[in-house]
């Protein structure tokens, strides 16, 4: 049996292109002591992935040239020398973008299919779920009657974020590239107003939908709407910035904020924030997530693409905005 991988074979300039990946088949191997086979069934497609195929200093080491693209996926146990997994058992972990992963048992969490279709367990119940509630609860500290302003807000960070402020009595503000996701925003999923940003002018939209200011700014996209976010900032207000997917394929220099000069007459607060450092608190935010889906108060939607050999096509969808919500790329059957 032969485990087909898609490995990193140059670094990107700009955006990733067809020369950039390489294809290998190889035989699967077999766990050692303590470890598990597993079969993988999804993968997480996320913008981070961009960032980790560069060179340099990050906040997680870069994936190395002719090192099998990293992933976060979903899978079934098809070999185990582990007392803690079994063949059969569903887990999550950093599986690869690859047919078969032999991954140490520490680093994977078993999953209950039952309780959750598997793709979402890569969505709400996943590292996009984990990072919008953090990043607004712990970073954004949302108070009750506060206006939330979150950017990609159809994306798969950015739904959960304006969703989770709404659960906490604030008004939700979202903007998205066109007139079906911020139509989506808003009728299913709640949020009080949506900005196009395709077709609106957003310093203009944001002064008329946020009439006392943004106090929380939950930024995934950087560039000029950030700019635009920061010129209508409230008194004390809190600026979580999560990603910035409108410069990861940049040619030239990074573009940072030229209305940072606002946070100092707001007194406000910019601070960054990566989904790892939570990494000891993920069930709490599970369980608690876990229960708004059951009591309908938090929806997740998933984008499901297939073939593991369409990998580096569709990973592009999400610098194309083509995703409509949580992109996941399905790898085989359970």
């Not at 996701?181 to 196009?196: H, M, Q, S, T």
């Not at 409108?246 to 030229?258: E, L, R």
């Amino acid at each position: 049996m032969n485990n087909r991988q898609i490995r990193l074979a140059a670094r990107p300039v700009g955006v990733p292109k067809p020369s950039d990946w390489k294809f290998i088949d190889e035989p699967v191997g077999e766990p050692a002591d303590g470890e598990v086979l597993v079969k993988v069934l999804y993968l997480s497609l996320d913008p981070a992935m961009r960032g980790w195929m560069n060179e340099g200093k990050s906040y997680i080491r870069p994936v190395a040239i002719d090192e099998v693209m990293r992933a976060g996926g979903v899978g079934v146990v098809v070999a185990s020398k582990s007392d803690r997994f079994k063949v059969g058992d569903h887990v999550v972990g950093t599986l690869n973008v690859q047919t078969h992963a032999l991954v140490p048992e520490k680093a994977l969490t078993r999953i209950d299919p039952r309780l959750a279709p598997l793709p979402v367990y890569l969505s709400v119940l996943g590292m996009p779920g984990m990072t919008a509630y953090f990043g607004l609860l712990d970073v954004g500290q949302p108070k009750e009657g506060n206006t939330v302003v979150v950017s990609g807000a159809a994306g798969a960070v950015g739904a959960v974020v304006g969703q989770i402020a709404k659960i906490k009595g604030c008004r939700v503000v979202g903007i998205a590239g066109g007139a079906d996701k911020c139509r989506y925003v808003v009728e299913e999923l709640g949020f009080d107003a949506a900005i196009d940003y395709k077709t609106d002018d957003v310093k203009k939209a944001l002064r008329a939908t946020c009439e006392k200011g943004i106090d929380v700014y939950f930024d995934n996209v950087g560039g000029d709407i950030l700019d635009a976010a920061l010129a209508h900032l409230a008194f004390k207000a809190r600026v979580v910035i999560c990603g910035a997917i409108s410069q990861y394929n940049n040619t030239t220099p990074i573009v940072g904020p030229a209305n940072y000069l606002s946070l100092l007459v707001n007194r406000a607060r910019m601070e960054g924030m990566i989904v790892f450092d939570y990494a000891d608190r993920y069930a709490e935010a599970a369980r608690e997530m876990a229960g708004w889906m059951q009591a309908g108060k938090l929806k997740s939607r998933e984008d499901v693409v297939d073939g593991l050999d369409t990998f580096p096509d569709r990973l592009l969808m999400l610098f194309k905005g083509e995703n409509q919500g949580k992109l996941v790329l399905r790898v085989a059957s359970a």
